[in-house]
């Protein structure tokens, strides 16, 4: 169900599958320029292999029957199991992916031997603030970031002890 995204194939699939859902699911929450910007500056397939590559990230794309649901991205961290991107697409959504991918995180945090795993959120977004409060995560503070062009990711932190 978990596939380790490991190749320029695997990460241009996750690329264009970021692209699906982010239009639909952040245009309404941040517009279209800022979703554009944001796929284009970290969705981007140079961006993901370089993370890959470099920066301790692993990306899984969600399947089924050889169809991609969606896909995550975790760090590893020193303390911590940071958890980047975690998205389902809306054609698939309540039907427990969501859970199943972050049952998959917290098993990559025990792997790693790590005892929390963190993420950002938009402020904003309240139906994913609420699905990672009702998985048990809690707000630990508040994260504004200038990620250039004049946009701002503007986020609550919050954090799952395992």
Request: hydrophobic share 40%; glycine share 6%; net charge negative.
């Amino acid at each position: 169900m978990f596939y380790q995204v490991s190749n320029q194939h695997d990460i241009q699939q996750l690329t264009e599958l970021a692209r699906e859902i982010w239009l639909e699911h952040y245009t309404p929450i941040i517009g279209v320029e800022q979703v554009e910007y944001m796929l284009s500056t970290f969705h981007s397939a140079t961006r993901v292999a370089e993370q890959i590559e470099t920066e301790q990230y692993y990306y899984y794309l969600l399947q089924s029957e050889g169809e991609n649901l969606g896909y995550l991205g975790v760090q590893r961290q020193e303390q911590q199991l940071f958890l980047s991107k975690i998205y389902v697409h809306s054609r698939f959504r309540g039907r427990g992916y969501a859970k199943q991918a972050m049952n998959f995180a917290k098993q990559l945090a025990n792997e790693f031997g790590l005892q929390q795993i963190t993420l950002t959120v938009n402020r904003h977004n309240h139906d994913s603030i609420a699905a990672y409060q009702k998985m048990g995560f809690v707000k630990v503070a508040e994260q504004c970031t200038d990620i250039g062009q004049g946009y701002v990711m503007d986020d609550w932190v919050m954090a799952l002890a395992l």
